[in-house]
Structures are given as C-alpha cells and as structure tokens.
C-alpha cells in the first residue's frame, strides 16, 4: 500500500520555465513533508520540506505548496535550470510518531533541458 | 565538513555469502537509519537506532541486522544475501530523529 505517490515518473521542461513536480498521500496523519533531490551516485539531499499548519513554504526558486483537503503537495521550481535536472522524490513524516519514519514516493526524474 | 559516509560504494557477494556494510557520520547526530532502494522503488526504510536503542521495522527480513557500537558508526550485516536483496543501501541521520534526515551517497549491492 502507497502512502506516498509520485505518478509521473518523468518531466522534461525548457530551461528557464517552470518545472511542476506533483504528490500525493493518502495517509491523513501525516503532518510534515519534504522534498528530497538526488542525482546519480549520490544520496538523496534535503530540499524543501513544509508542516501540515502551512500552505506554502518558498526559499529561492523552489516553493511546496500544500492541499490538505486533497491530500496533494507540489513542488515548484522557477526558473528551472539544467543543473536541477536529477530525481526529485516527495517524503512524509507524522511527527507525532516514535519511530521518525519518513515514507518515500518513487521520485520523479527532472529533466532540464537547455 | 560534517556528511555521512558509506563504504564501500560498490559491493558485490555471492548468493548466501554474508556481507557487511558500513556507515559512518561526522554530524554527531543521534538517530541512524539504513534504508534499500530497488531500481525505480522508493526508498524503504529497514530500521533505525534510536541512540542505542534498535527499532525493527514489521515487515523487515530477519536476513538483515544491523550493529551500532558508537554514536559515529553503524553497520548493516546481510547473513544470506539473495538475488532479491540487490539494490541500494542508504544510511541516514538525523538529530534527534528530527523531520530532516540525512544521507549517505549508499552502498549499490550486487548479488550473484
């Protein structure tokens, strides 16, 4: 069972427009999220990440944006650029919990093309 | 600078041969968790100590085990590694088991 999803497993945009990386959740306890960006033969890096008490949280070009009602989340990246190419991947945590467990989407590979 | 580190990178190991991987971090945090990741799978958390506390997640193979013997190392142990469990192996950190955790660069298993 998928708490978190990242339906499109890819997006290709042009350099300089905005890149739209979409997720969903389905589990309701969830109250804190993050983005986490990795590119090949690394390990995933913290991006971004928003509480369940906001809406959107911006920090330079890239801002989450928050649908409780509908259980979405999104990220923003504006404008993008080819060295934002790598995969992008959603995680949820329920803070309230004891074991800190975040629960990953399967990432959504970027692809910026100049 | 402060970072997680694994070794090795790359692993290979027969099919039952035990195989041990290794985690290191110099952030002083608190909290380690490993992590696999099948090709296109999201990452799955394994388990994670807790200072020295171990916490198994439910449906976590008892193939897999795990040792900390200080805050700054933690290691993954394999007893019988099948083909299924090739994938990569991610450690992470966090303090205090904050939302924001950590990564290493994992370790990419192969089995054969």
């Known amino acids: 069972d998928q708490q978190v999803k990242q339906n499109s497993p890819s997006l290709s945009v042009q350099e300089g427009r905005i890149s739209i990386l979409n997720c969903d959740y389905t589990n309701s306890m969830f109250d804190y999220f993050l983005w986490y960006k990795k590119y090949p033969a690394e390990g995933p890096t913290f991006l971004i990440s928003i509480s369940s008490i906001k809406d959107k949280n911006e920090d330079g070009r890239f801002t989450v944006f928050l649908n409780k009602s509908a259980k979405h989340l999104s990220l923003h990246i504006v404008p993008s650029q080819p060295g934002d190419s790598a995969v992008y991947f959603c995680?949820?945590?329920?803070?309230?919990?004891?074991?800190?467990?975040?629960?990953f989407g399967k990432g959504t590979l970027l692809t910026v093309n100049p | 600078d402060a970072m997680v580190i694994q070794n090795p990178r790359y692993q290979v190991t027969q099919f039952g041969k035990p195989v041990t991987l290794s985690c290191s971090q110099t952030l002083n945090h608190n909290v380690m968790y490993w992590y696999q990741q099948k090709s296109s799978q999201a990452p799955k958390l394994l388990f994670h100590y807790y200072d020295k506390d171990f916490n198994n997640e439910a449906d976590t193979p008892d193939n897999f085990q795990s040792r900390r013997p200080n805050t700054s190392f933690c290691f993954l142990d394999i007893r019988s590694p099948g083909l299924g469990d090739a994938a990569m192996y991610l450690c992470a950190t966090s303090r205090d088991g904050g939302e924001t955790q950590y990564f290493g660069p994992g370790t990419r298993l192969l089995v054969l």
């Open positions: 995680a949820a945590l329920y803070s309230g919990g004891s074991n800190y467990k975040l629960t």
